[in-house]
Every structure is written in C-alpha cells, then in structure tokens.
C-alpha cells in the first residue's frame, strides 16, 4: 500500500515574509557582511537560492529589510520619539541603519543604502528642526548629535560601559535628553 503525499504548496509570499524577518534578524544581530544568504534560508526555512528569485540577491534583500523597517523619521530632540527609539533599542538591539553610522559594509550597494536611511530617518529630521530654530550650523551639529545618540546606543548594547549597561530606560532617557539639549534645544 502506497501512502499518498500532498506536495506542499507553496505560498511565495509568506516565504518572502518569513526571508525579510529572518533577514532583518541576522542583519541586526549580525551585520550584512557576516550573514550568508543560506543563513539567513535556514533561519527563514526557505531554499536560499530563492533570495535571488525574490529580492535579486542578497544586497536587494537587505535594501528590502531597511525599508521594511522604516518607520516615521526619528527627531531626537523630541522626547517621545527619543523614548520611542530608546525602548525599541533596548527591546531589538541597534539595527543595520544605527550600525551603518559606524561599520562600513563589504558591499557598496548595502553601505549607501543604509547610509541613505540613516539620513533619511535620522540626519535629515533633525537638521531640518534645527535649521527651523534658526542653528547656523544645522547639518554639522545634526550629524554630531545622531553620531552621539549612536555612539550611546551601541556602547550600550555591547555592555562596555557598565554603568551605561545597567540603566534603566527611563534613566538613560533623561540623560540623553540632556546631552542631546533636548530640554532647550540649546546645545
């Protein structure tokens, strides 16, 4: 007696799903140069070469993920988005777009990527705000406090710091708010 199979279906879009979530994952945990696409397949329980047949390859599927992720552009210097990131930070660990402010990637194409993510979530919102307020050296001071709220984040997350490690949110929020100017925006 022969047991018949019902050859699974295939659903491309949930494979797809399951391939930008898993990405996303390894990415942020990994960075892109140290994930491999039959990773990020074994993560997904998808075949890795579909990557290819979905995104085009593994720098698309990442450029995929950034945009996936992209949220309302982060202002630091208002204090719910600050809390809002902070948590999310605490919650996920510090994403491609935070990390892509420090760690140059080995592939152009996922560098500029995330680097014009960075821009557009966080550089930008907070240069234009302080350009608003009249700050002559708007993109200067923008790109010293997103460098700044980075370097926080990432120190943080890699437990150098033990002080910093052990905050709590709430306690690191109001620090940061400081720093940053938050308060009075005078920096």
Same mark, same amino acid.
């Given at each position: ?95 491609? +777009?935070?990390?892509?402010?420090? &760690? ?6 996922? =560098? *500029?990527?995330? /680097? @014009? !993510? #960075?821009?557009?979530?966080? +550089?930008?919102?907070?240069?234009? &705000? ?6 002559? =050296? *708007?993109?200067? /001071? @923008? !790109? #010293? ?43």
């Amino acid at each position: 007696m022969t047991k018949e199979t019902t050859p699974r279906r295939r659903d491309s879009a949930a494979s797809r799903d399951r391939l930008l979530s898993a990405a996303g994952e390894l990415f942020a945990d990994r960075g892109f140069d140290r994930t491999s696409a039959r990773e990020i397949g074994e993560r997904a329980d998808v075949d890795p070469t579909m990557i290819a047949r979905y995104f085009g390859g593994k720098a698309q599927l990442f450029i995929a993920v950034l945009r996936a992720e992209a949220d309302r552009p982060a202002d630091l210097l208002d204090p719910d988005r600050l809390a809002t990131l902070l948590d999310r930070m605490d919650r996920h660990g510090p994403g491609p +777009v935070i990390q892509a402010g420090i &760690r140059p990637y080995g592939d152009a194409e996922a =560098q *500029a990527a995330a /680097r @014009a !993510e #960075l821009q557009r979530r966080m +550089v930008t919102p907070l240069r234009e &705000r302080l350009a608003r307020e009249g700050d002559e =050296q *708007a993109d200067l /001071r @923008a !790109e #010293l406090l997103v460098a700044a709220f980075i370097g926080v984040i990432l120190s943080r997350h890699a437990g150098a710091f033990e002080h910093l490690a052990g905050a709590t949110t709430s306690e690191l929020l109001a620090l940061l708010q400081d720093l940053l100017g938050v308060k009075g925006h005078g920096i």
